[in-house]
């Protein structure tokens, strides 16, 4: 998932653009010194060393599992898999744990902003006109998302076919390691009465539950805003049979075609330094390569790899192991649209820590404020927020591709007084639209295509209305007023300043939002809760083998027809351990040990 010179701000859910590939910003690895007994078994790609034997028959020098991704289900299936079993995980990015920019909150936006090729987060841009980003980065999601932690409703629990009992143990593994209580601002107090008043209630108080009302849910920020992400749970494997490699960039998953079924053996990958490496899977055909990429990464490996549709392969000379024309479809993203909240105060910048979750089939979030630590890294790069306004200068149909890296690439200091504001967030649950993820060529560091075609269904767009009209009642509440020391605003007031605002390449209608069906088409963004490309029954099994080959399974939210909760990273952190203690019962029974 940089700085801007005397600019400080908040980059809430933002729109990232730009293009400039400048200095290294990744950090010092000093994190080496601090935690080199915690993380021992943390490495570059560049150490590892092949075995002796890399035959496609035979070896028994091999992992017993190979994880491809150190994300956010990931790093919770490592640890737990080591405690039995010899596992490797490959991550293509490096450590979070002492880069400034990842570990605080006050930097949230940094990361984001920051497109150089080596940043922790990859911008990249659907079909669709909408900016976004996934993580490159050990952690995942976790180390670049806004923090918030709310478990996934029971009804989905039971749609994922899960275990209750099991998912009950997993969810505290996780929240006794890394989740903490907010620091429950003013900003965060307002959205909560305002949001009672509008009707959604009760008021659930603190929870992790999903719950219809409104609540306070958990946060990976600490009291001192500091990020603790999916990447510490690594420490609660076992060190001696754990190996994870950062800056490894899998190619490709190798496959043994000899039999009647393909097999997975190994992986191929590249290190830090371009050189090739293979690791390889030991003989037990209990062993598995687990690919863990994210819902943008595990169907574009795939594919890659050879198991996809026939005629998409063929077309780039991928070698076919498997037609499956699955793969990557039914891809979906969260629609989200912002109403921009302006301030005549200074205001203390805070993430997601209250929620309302209505009857209406959306969710209510809010932050606001911008921060920057001095010790955060500093490199130049291009940002454009939706929420801020920078391209207020560039009239909305003019803001084609070629105007906005214009204005990036010009761009210096920003005034910190363009950022007095805040947003309330409305967010479509469970959309009906959906898209597909397509290749666009065979290397894996550039972003496939992705579409999510959003509010192609009906349904979606009616709920993105009654979310705009619920958040309108919330910021034109006493209690926002009292807090931004603001007018009280028209709909129409809030809405033009956000129309004009906002940053993606969509055709604008700055007059028209008389028509809220208009406004949300005009103003969509991304909340970063895209998920699918591999589901259930498609593309994966129960246990979430991959159809039709053996020894390869997908742990990730590519496998969700729908993202859980309103927030989905404590479902997924679930699912690594989930799956992880799932897997070692399986193998050993009463031996497992968990």
């Given at each position: 998932?940089?700085?801007?010179?005397?600019?400080?701000?908040?980059?809430?859910f933002?729109?990232?653009?730009?293009i400039?590939?400048?200095?290294?910003?990744?950090?010092?690895?000093?994190?080496?010194?601090?935690?080199?007994y915690?993380?021992?078994?943390i490495?570059?790609?560049?150490?590892?060393?092949s075995?002796?034997?890399?035959?496609?028959?035979?070896?028994?020098?091999?992992?017993?599992?190979?994880?491809?991704g150190?994300?956010?289900?990931?790093?919770?299936?490592?640890?737990?898999?080591?405690?039995?079993?010899?596992?490797?995980?490959?991550?293509?990015?490096?450590?979070?744990?002492?880069?400034?920019?990842?570990?605080?909150?006050?930097?949230?936006?940094?990361?984001?902003?920051?497109?150089s090729?080596?940043?922790a987060?990859?911008?990249?841009m659907?079909?669709?006109?909408?900016f976004?980003?996934?993580?490159?980065?050990?952690?995942?999601?976790?180390?670049?998302?806004?923090?918030?932690?709310?478990?996934?409703?029971?009804?989905?629990?039971?749609?994922?076919?899960?275990?209750a009992k099991?998912?009950?143990?997993?969810?505290?593994w996780?929240?006794?390691?890394?989740?903490?209580?907010?620091?429950?601002?003013?900003?965060?107090?307002?959205?909560?009465?305002?949001?009672l008043?509008?009707?959604?209630?009760?008021?659930?108080?603190?929870?992790?539950?999903?719950k219809?009302?409104?609540?306070?849910?958990?946060?990976?920020?600490?009291?001192?805003?500091?990020?603790?992400?999916?990447?510490?749970?690594?420490?609660?494997?076992n060190?001696?049979?754990?190996?994870?490699?950062i800056?490894?960039?899998?190619?490709?998953?190798v496959?043994?075609?000899?039999?009647?079924?393909?097999?997975?053996?190994g992986?191929?990958?590249?290190?830090?330094?371009?050189?090739?490496h293979k690791?390889?899977?030991?003989?037990?055909?209990?062993?598995?390569?687990i690919?863990t990429?994210?819902?943008?990464?595990?169907?574009?490996?795939?594919?890659?790899?050879?198991?996809?549709?026939?005629?998409?392969?063929?077309?780039l000379?991928?070698?076919?192991?498997?037609d499956?024309r699955?793969?990557?479809?039914?891809?979906a993203?969260?629609?989200?649209?912002?109403?921009?909240?302006?301030?005549?105060?200074?205001?203390?910048?805070?993430?997601?820590?209250?929620?309302?979750?209505?009857d209406?089939?959306?969710?209510?979030?809010?932050?606001?404020?911008f921060?920057?630590?001095?010790?955060?890294?500093?490199?130049?790069?291009?940002?454009?927020?939706?929420?801020?306004?920078?391209?207020?200068?560039?009239?909305?149909k003019?803001?084609?591709?070629?105007?906005?890296?214009?204005?990036?690439?010009?761009?210096?200091?920003?005034?910190?007084e363009a950022f007095?504001?805040?947003?309330?967030?409305?967010?479509?649950a469970?959309?009906?639209?959906?898209?597909?993820?397509?290749?666009i060529?065979?290397?894996?560091?550039?972003?496939?295509?992705v579409?999510?075609?959003?509010?192609?269904?009906p349904?979606?767009?009616?709920?993105?209305?009654?979310?705009?009209?619920?958040?309108s009642?919330?910021?034109?509440?006493?209690?926002?007023?009292?807090?931004?020391?603001?007018?009280?605003?028209?709909?129409?007031?809030?809405?033009?300043?956000?129309?004009?605002a906002?940053v993606?390449?969509?055709?604008?209608?700055?007059?028209?939002?008389?028509?809220?069906?208009?406004?949300?088409?005009?103003?969509?963004?991304?909340?970063?809760?895209?998920?699918?490309g591999?589901?259930?029954?498609?593309?994966?099994?129960?246990d979430?083998?991959?159809?039709?080959?053996?020894?390869?399974?997908?742990?990730?939210?590519?496998?969700?027809?729908?993202?859980?909760?309103?927030?989905?990273?404590?479902?997924?952190?679930?699912?690594?351990?989930?799956?992880?203690?799932?897997?070692?019962?399986?193998?050993?029974?009463?031996?497992?040990?968990?």
């Amino acid at each position: 998932m940089a700085s801007l010179g005397a600019a400080k701000f908040l980059l809430c859910f933002s729109i990232i653009c730009l293009i400039n590939f400048l200095p290294l910003c990744q950090g010092k690895e000093k994190w080496k010194n601090s935690n080199e007994y915690k993380y021992r078994f943390i490495r570059k790609a560049s150490s590892f060393e092949s075995p002796p034997s890399v035959s496609t028959s035979n070896t028994n020098n091999g992992y017993d599992y190979i994880i491809v991704g150190g994300g956010t289900a990931g790093c919770p299936l490592a640890a737990t898999l080591s405690k039995k079993f010899n596992v490797l995980l490959l991550e293509r990015g490096g450590v979070p744990f002492t880069n400034p920019n990842v570990s605080f909150l006050d930097n949230f936006h940094i990361t984001l902003a920051d497109t150089s090729p080596t940043s922790a987060s990859q911008f990249f841009m659907s079909t669709d006109g909408v900016f976004n980003a996934r993580a490159r980065v050990l952690g995942g999601g976790s180390s670049i998302n806004a923090g918030f932690y709310t478990r996934a409703s029971s009804r989905f629990i039971e749609k994922m076919g899960w275990d209750a009992k099991l998912v009950n143990e997993s969810y505290p593994w996780i929240e006794k390691q890394i989740v903490h209580r907010p620091t429950f601002s003013h900003w965060q107090r307002a959205l909560r009465d305002g949001l009672l008043d509008a009707g959604v209630s009760p008021f659930n108080g603190f929870t992790y539950e999903h719950k219809y009302g409104t609540k306070v849910g958990g946060t990976i920020f600490d009291r001192f805003g500091r990020r603790h992400t999916a990447a510490e749970l690594l420490s609660s494997g076992n060190p001696n049979k754990l190996t994870v490699l950062i800056y490894a960039t899998v190619q490709n998953i190798v496959f043994d075609t000899t039999g009647k079924r393909p097999r997975a053996i190994g992986v191929n990958f590249k290190d830090e330094n371009g050189k090739m490496h293979k690791a390889i899977l030991g003989n037990d055909m209990r062993s598995d390569v687990i690919v863990t990429s994210g819902a943008i990464g595990t169907p574009q490996m795939l594919l890659l790899s050879g198991i996809g549709p026939r005629q998409e392969l063929e077309k780039l000379k991928i070698s076919v192991v498997l037609d499956n024309r699955f793969v990557g479809k039914g891809m979906a993203d969260n629609p989200m649209n912002t109403i921009f909240v302006p301030l005549k105060k200074p205001v203390k910048q805070s993430l997601i820590e209250t929620v309302g979750i209505t009857d209406k089939g959306v969710y209510i979030e809010a932050s606001c404020g911008f921060g920057q630590t001095n010790e955060s890294i500093h490199c130049h790069h291009g940002l454009l927020s939706a929420e801020i306004g920078q391209l207020s200068t560039i009239p909305p149909k003019q803001r084609t591709t070629e105007a906005v890296k214009a204005f990036a690439k010009n761009k210096r200091d920003i005034p910190i007084e363009a950022f007095k504001g805040g947003f309330i967030l409305s967010k479509v649950a469970n959309p009906w639209s959906t898209g597909e993820l397509r290749l666009i060529n065979t290397n894996v560091e550039d972003n496939p295509s992705v579409s999510f075609n959003y509010f192609s269904h009906p349904y979606d767009l009616n709920r993105c209305v009654e979310g705009i009209r619920l958040a309108s009642k919330v910021v034109q509440s006493k209690h926002f007023t009292n807090l931004t020391l603001c007018d009280r605003q028209t709909t129409e007031q809030f809405l033009n300043n956000t129309v004009k605002a906002n940053v993606n390449l969509i055709p604008k209608h700055v007059n028209d939002t008389e028509s809220l069906e208009q406004f949300c088409r005009d103003t969509v963004i991304t909340i970063w809760h895209y998920h699918g490309g591999c589901h259930v029954g498609k593309v994966i099994d129960s246990d979430h083998k991959v159809l039709g080959v053996n020894r390869l399974r997908v742990v990730d939210g590519s496998t969700f027809t729908e993202s859980p909760g309103t927030n989905p990273q404590a479902t997924v952190m679930m699912m690594g351990r989930y799956m992880g203690v799932k897997m070692l019962r399986e193998r050993l029974g009463k031996f497992a040990g968990v």
